[in-house]
């Protein structure tokens, strides 16, 4: 599988950080290239100066006619729709089209790859993974569409034991021979409809994870996710499910053994194993599905079960993902900046009994907000609006709870210092994008934990 880049004509296609970080492997490796990107110069700046100090070309603006198909290889960061016209030209000339991930892979292929996919909880069920693993001892490389790009780990392969990686339908699209020791499909909702012509098709974008594994491979899926389950067909090896009914639907192909969740933690039923999960950074069903699937992945790939057990006590979380900030005077402040839409915040209340102070708002991206309500019923005590959105946050709430008009982030922390009592937690879950007073959701983030350590 290996591919002779020294001295070849290679082109980037994309410059954010995974294509920046595939040209640098290429380079390294010997390959001519050009870095091609829509930006100008000087929105490129200090990836324009890099992509020159590395000795490549660099191509800006539309695509010129003809550059591709005179490559030796093409590189697609996963930002780059492949059906653009000059990508199904150079692929019809007989040149490969890889995404960033494939390239990687070519020179990381002796080390065991894990890799998770689906629409929601994959960075958390990655870092996690990622963390497992590190417990069991192993140089564990963490990344993918997680953070750090795949190719880094690539600039120096023999420093790895194990690869935790995230990949998305995009990455998935343009691998041509990677092959996860472990693939995990968490679950499958609609998303991405500016890229796929319908859901199945996204679906089988994630399938793709399967295609290159061998029998001596395993899949780990959603049992309790139908489509999930109809995709895991096409899994080569055994397949592993995890539940949190413990009766997976009934089209499961033959599941090979479960991971089924039960009061206090979840068990694996073909080993008797059991789990807890008393860590925070893990609360609600939708973290317990999570580090179902993470422990599968870490035993199934060597870990031992005391690592395994280490490792779910002590995860860190993701920052602004249901992060626990501090209990002060017997009150929870909770950061959960990165849950942008609606369905977001749905999963962070869930992941609460009751006595919540909400604070939501900034700039709206258009869906209701009378499903937050309902989720929130008996509940949310009480909301606290902040940015843009606040007044229709205030008419969707109207009548069902206490709204309390903050206007800032900094009001709505001090006003809830105001009104929670002992045993209430106060949860920053917006529900919207952040643009209209930060300049995106982890500086919204940050300065919650200022605000809130700061009392």
């Known amino acids: 599988m290996t591919f002779a880049l020294s001295g070849q004509k290679v082109l980037v296609y994309g410059l954010a950080k995974s294509g920046v970080a595939a040209l640098r492997l290429l380079r390294q490796q010997g390959a001519q290239v050009t870095a091609l990107d829509a930006r100008g110069e000087d929105a490129l700046g200090d990836v324009a100066r890099e992509v020159k100090s590395l000795g490549a070309t660099l191509v800006t603006g539309a695509c010129p006619p003809g550059l591709l198909e005179s490559r030796a290889l093409v590189v697609v960061s996963p930002g780059v729709p492949l059906a653009l016209p000059e990508l199904v030209a150079a692929r019809a000339a007989g040149v490969p089209v890889w995404g960033e991930v494939e390239l990687a892979w070519r020179s990381l292929e002796a080390v065991p790859l894990f890799g998770i996919t689906g629409t929601n909880g994959k960075s958390t069920t990655t870092a996690l993974t990622g963390e497992l693993f590190a417990r069991g001892g192993g140089r564990t490389f963490v990344g993918g569409n997680l953070g750090r790009p795949f190719s880094e780990a690539a600039l120096t392969p023999g420093d790895w034991d194990a690869l935790v990686v995230e990949l998305s339908s995009f990455q998935l699209e343009g691998i041509a021979s990677l092959r996860p020791r472990g693939a995990a499909i968490l679950n499958l909702t609609p998303d991405h409809i500016d890229r796929y012509a319908s859901h199945a098709e996204y679906g089988e974008a994630k399938a793709r994870i399967f295609h290159h594994q061998s029998p001596e491979d395993f899949a780990v899926v959603n049992a309790d996710d139908a489509h999930v389950l109809g995709l895991a067909r096409q899994a080569r090896g055994p397949v592993y499910g995890f539940s949190v009914t413990g009766r997976p639907v009934a089209d499961a192909p033959r599941l090979a053994g479960l991971a089924v969740a039960e009061e206090g933690g979840f068990r ?57 900030v501090r209990v002060l005077e017997g009150v929870e402040w909770v950061n959960d900046s990165k849950a942008t839409n609606v369905d977001s915040v749905l999963v962070a209340l869930r992941a609460f009994p009751g006595d919540v102070w909400l604070i939501a708002g900034g700039k709206g991206k258009g869906a209701p907000y009378a499903p937050m309500v309902e989720a929130g019923r008996g509940k949310v005590k009480g909301v606290l609006t902040i940015g843009q959105d606040a007044p229709l946050l205030a008419q969707a709430y109207a009548g069902q709870a206490a709204v309390h008009a903050c206007g800032t982030l900094a009001g709505a922390v001090t006003k809830a210092r105001e009104l929670a009592k002992a045993g209430d937690t106060v949860l920053l879950s917006p529900a919207c994008a952040s643009y209209d007073q930060f300049k995106n959701f982890e500086d919204r983030g940050d300065s919650f934990k200022r605000l809130v350590g700061a009392l």
């Open 268 to 324: 694996l039923d073909f080993n008797g194993e059991r789990y807890r999960l008393a860590n925070r950074a893990l609360r609600g069903a939708h973290n317990a599905q999570n580090a179902m699937a993470a422990t599968l992945l870490a035993r199934l790939g060597g870990v031992p079960a005391k690592a395994v057990q280490a490792g779910l006590d002590g995860y860190p979380g993701l920052p602004h993902r249901l992060e626990s």
